[in-house]
């Protein structure tokens, strides 16, 4: 997942423009990933997935990119509105999902 | 809508209490997970369990156990609390029909031992 440390990277976009959060893997066995958002005072909750014999998929508003050559996995959020403001996780799994590692999250703030 | 609860949203215990978290998921899945969350560390899976009467360590088992009597809830215990166990704890449970591995979470119980 992300370097590890005590800050969360940050990312901060005017209401209306594309945002893009990066990701770095660290297992070249992981075979599925999905990212997370988690709201203030909530648990994470599933926003896309994409496995490993994929490239792009897409959902709404969302396209996710997976480059297996670099271990980079992307979120891309299309006209990021207010309520897109969160921390976002990318996670990696294997096994059959009993083992997921979660990188340390980016917080996305949208300016209005 | 899948549905996990946590027993409590707060709670704050004094060193060398012991503390059971109860987490119940509506489901029917069959793996159940414990995690801890840190500021900037993400999420740490502390144990998870498959199968009722089933579990296995994660990443940081130390200082904690659990229980699953029942499929629906998966129980984490903090035998002793102490005060680097302070933490946000997050229940998730997943199915095992193939669809996905994505994860349920609770909403989360933040714990400060004193």
């Known amino acids: 997942g992300e370097s590890v440390g005590l800050h969360l990277p940050t990312l901060s976009v005017q209401e209306g423009d594309n945002s893009i959060i990066n990701c770095a893997y660290s297992n070249s066995a992981s075979d599925y990933f999905i990212w997370y958002k988690q709201e203030s005072g909530k648990g994470p909750q599933f926003i896309i997935d994409i496995r490993s014999n994929m490239d792009k998929r897409q959902g709404q508003r969302v396209t996710v990119l997976l480059n297996k050559t670099v271990k980079h996995l992307s979120l891309q959020i299309a006209a990021t509105q207010p309520g897109d403001s969160a921390v976002y996780f990318c996670?990696?799994?294997?096994?059959?999902?009993?083992?997921?590692?979660f990188g340390a999250g980016t917080r996305l703030f949208v300016k209005a | 809508d899948v549905k996990v609860t946590q027993s409590s949203r707060y709670l704050v215990k004094r060193t060398g209490e012991k503390v059971f978290l109860e987490c119940v998921q509506d489901m029917d899945h069959e793996n159940m997970f414990w995690y801890r969350q840190d500021p900037g560390l993400g999420l740490r899976l502390i144990y998870f369990?498959?199968?009722?009467?089933?579990?296995e360590k994660g990443d940081i088992p130390e200082g904690y156990s659990v229980s699953r009597e029942k499929k629906e809830r998966f129980s984490l215990i903090l035998e002793s609390a102490s005060t680097n166990q302070t933490s946000m704890y997050l229940c998730?449970?997943?199915?095992?029909?193939?669809?996905?591995?994505?994860?349920?979470f609770g909403p989360g119980t933040r714990l400060t031992v004193t």
């Open positions: 996670a990696e799994s294997y096994t059959g999902g009993f083992k997921t590692i």
């Open positions: 998730a449970s997943s199915p095992t029909d193939g669809s996905g591995y994505e994860q349920y």
């Open positions: 369990s498959y199968d009722v009467k089933m579990k």
